[in-house]
């Protein structure tokens, strides 16, 4: 198991198949999936944990599982996924996060991003990255806020049909 960044309560690692069961759960909790257009089957969440470690292995980075360093406790993720769709700017790395609604409100998605941001600067493998999110979701939003985004305007997901209600998305980036 890979260690890749600590923080003060926080161990951002590589995944461990014992973290397959609560991120499905997670995946599946209508709170935590709120502005997502669905929650995850468990064969979805699982495939789901499949493309994250393939991303590790094509390029190193990835979406970091995150455990609370005191108790060892899955949380969920944070750290970067390259994206590739038909956008208004370009391709690039995203800085996202996912953390079981037990655990809001306490300050672990920020925490998490902003030591990724360090990781991210550390080893120059981007110079910017970006983070969107639905525009109903202020508490995502916040935490682009809080690690230093600067907020670049809204654009249409290309994945979502015109006139769904999660479709129109808040734009931040960072220069690394």
């Known amino acids: 198991m890979g260690i890749y960044m600590k923080t003060d309560r926080l161990i951002l690692r590589s995944w461990k198949y014992e973290d397959r069961m609560p991120f499905a759960e997670m995946n599946s909790n209508r709170n935590v999936m709120k502005y997502f257009p669905e929650t995850l089957s468990v064969e979805e ?35 970067f996924h390259r994206f590739k ?23 672990y998605a920020t925490e998490g991003a902003k030591a ?11 110079n910017k990255l970006y983070s969107f999110t639905a525009v109903p979701n202020t508490p995502s939003e916040n935490v682009m806020k809080r690690i230093g985004m600067g907020y670049l305007g809204i654009f249409m997901h290309p994945s979502l049909p015109d006139g769904h209600w999660l479709k129109e998305h808040k734009l931040y980036s960072i220069e690394l």
């Open 85 to 107: 769709f038909d956008s208004p700017f370009p391709s690039g790395w995203e800085i996202g996060w996912r953390i079981s609604d037990r655990f809001w409100h306490k300050g």
């Open 116 to 126: 990724c941001l360090g990781y991210a600067r550390e080893k120059r493998f981007c």
């Open 45 to 79: 969440s699982d495939a789901f944990v499949d493309r994250i470690n393939a991303e590790f292995e094509e390029t190193g980075f990835g979406l970091y599982s995150v455990e609370i360093k005191e108790s060892g406790e899955f949380i969920g993720y944070v750290g």
